[in-house]
């Protein structure tokens, strides 16, 4: 499994941006049964869950500190998964990266994903 983060850029406090994930490889096109999710890394921080959403799309889950602002979605028919942010602030700004993990559960663990793509920087000017 492939997959390739897009849509990131430098913006100022509130703004939106919406990130876009686009996953490939035969084993993902073929066995549908795959969370995906967003997780964000700062500079000098851990890696923090940021979204995730089931297999089906019809279960999302949002980490504490963008509940409101960020809204997680997916096209199962494209194999893509979205990440639209809004009223963004300086301390969203990071390297946002998607995940897949086998198994449709929209999981917060970094250890529950299988797979990462190479990630996107988002900068939010204040």
């Known amino acids: 499994v492939q997959l390739q983060a897009s849509g990131g850029g430098l913006v100022q406090a509130g703004d939106s941006l919406r990130l876009s994930c686009v996953a490939s490889?035969?084993?993902?096109?073929?066995?549908?049964?795959?969370?995906m999710g967003w997780f964000r890394q700062a500079p000098g921080m851990e890696r923090e869950f940021v979204a995730a959403?089931?297999?089906?799309?019809?279960?999302?889950n949002y980490g504490d500190s963008v509940k409101g602002r960020f809204t997680i979605s997916s096209d199962i028919a494209k194999n893509s998964v979205y990440l639209g942010m809004n009223s963004l602030k300086p301390e969203d700004t990071a390297v946002y990266y998607c995940?897949?993990?086998?198994?449709?559960?929209?999981?917060?663990?970094?250890?529950?994903?299988?797979?990462w793509g190479q990630g996107t920087q988002v900068t939010v000017s204040s």
């Open positions: 995940a897949a993990r086998r198994g449709g559960l929209p999981r917060s663990a970094e250890k529950d994903y299988n797979y």
């Open positions: 490889g035969r084993t993902f096109s073929v066995d549908g049964s795959y969370g």
């Open positions: 959403i089931s297999s089906s799309g019809t279960v999302t």
